[in-house]
């Protein structure tokens, strides 16, 4: 596999504060790479070096082939960057920000209208392309950020976040464009609070921890290393106390939305009588019940130590 970018023991410090340590790993061409961690794991600090914005303290990478540190001139004309903030210009319209875009990156002359309209037209943009970029709504922004990263057609594209902030049928849309990325023989490097989105479309995934690399695998890979610790699903008649939490933390990790009811348990005969026990306590009926594989979030559970609730928090914050 050829190696796209490849980091070689990288670090990152801030005075005192290890942010990167020592993070090692290869992205192929062509692959799209998954890159997972809690909220200050050091996904965007890992970001900000491979593309120029923040010298490394340690360790080496390469990028299309340049060293970050001695070529960093080359990487940046090679690559394309969604970062989690908007780096337009809330001055300019869309497509005045796109046709600067384009001019940084010294597309031809002749090819700039073409190439942005398509762009603006993908995302959905075409007719706000005279808008100032200030006035759109955060959605609206996020494809333009995401639009003029593409501007020069990079092969290597890195993605903080890229769906945060937008709405169902236009993250949609940029899923599937980055499916068409790969079809191109685009490496995309992805970051994303959305494990599931990750699921989808990663060949890899790499999961970072304060810094440190816990694993890179498949997504399969990754599932299996949690198949097996059973988890039961339940769907009940109404939405329980929450007092059903404590009792039932006895048996394993407990996740509760609403009416359905996870229990990830080494004992699945006992943890199912004591949910059907403490339902009928309640007097709530037990409607559903399953056991199920692990999913990619309870893989990432387990080797990050983050719970479901702040998962959560950090979607809805993304939204």
């Known amino acids: 596999m050829e190696a796209a970018i490849k980091t070689v023991e990288l670090t990152k410090s801030f005075g005192d504060l290890v942010a990167v340590d020592r993070v090692s790993f290869e992205v192929g061409r062509g692959e799209v790479f998954g890159f997972l961690g809690p909220n200050g794991a050091g996904k965007t600090t ?38 989690e903030t908007s780096n337009l210009y809330d001055e300019l319209s869309v497509w005045d920000n796109l046709l600067f875009a384009s001019r940084l990156y010294h597309v031809p002359r002749r090819e700039r209208a073409d190439r942005i309209k398509g762009l603006l037209e993908t995302f959905h943009l075409w007719e ?26 990079p092969k290597i594209v890195f993605m903080d976040e890229p769906t945060a902030g937008l709405d169902v049928m236009s993250a949609l849309s940029l ?5 068409e990325l790969r079809m191109e023989d685009a490496t995309v ?18 999961i970072i921890v304060q810094g440190k690399i816990v694993t890179v695998d498949t997504s ?18 109404r939405e329980p106390d929450t007092s059903m939490i404590g009792k039932m933390e006895e048996l394993g990790e407990v996740d509760m939305q609403g009416r359905r009811v996870r229990v990830v348990t080494g004992d699945v005969t006992g943890a199912l009588y004591s949910l059907i026990h403490l339902a ?17 979030e309870e893989a990432f559970v387990k080797l990050t130590g983050v719970s479901h609730e702040a ?6 914050r993304g939204r």
């Open 280 to 296: 009928s306590q309640m007097g709530i009926r037990v409607e559903d019940v399953n056991t199920i594989r692990p999913s990619l």
């Open 175 to 179: 899923r599937k464009f980055i499916g």
């Open 128 to 153: 706000r392309r005279d808008t100032r970029f200030g006035r759109l709504s955060r959605g609206l922004k996020r494809r333009a950020v995401i639009a003029a990263a593409l501007v020069h057609r």
């Open 311 to 316: 998962m959560r928090a950090e979607k809805e």
């Open 46 to 83: 890992t970001i900000r070096m491979l593309v120029g914005l923040t010298p490394p303290s340690g360790g080496t990478a390469t990028v299309a082939g340049y060293d970050i540190c001695e070529d960093i001139v080359e990487v940046k004309r090679r690559v394309g960057v969604v970062p």
């Open 220 to 237: 399969e890979n990754i599932k299996s290393s949690v198949r097996g610790i059973p988890v039961i699903e339940a769907l009940l008649s």
């Open 189 to 206: 490097f992805l970051t994303t609070h959305y494990i599931e989105e990750a699921d989808q479309l990663s060949d890899r995934i790499a």
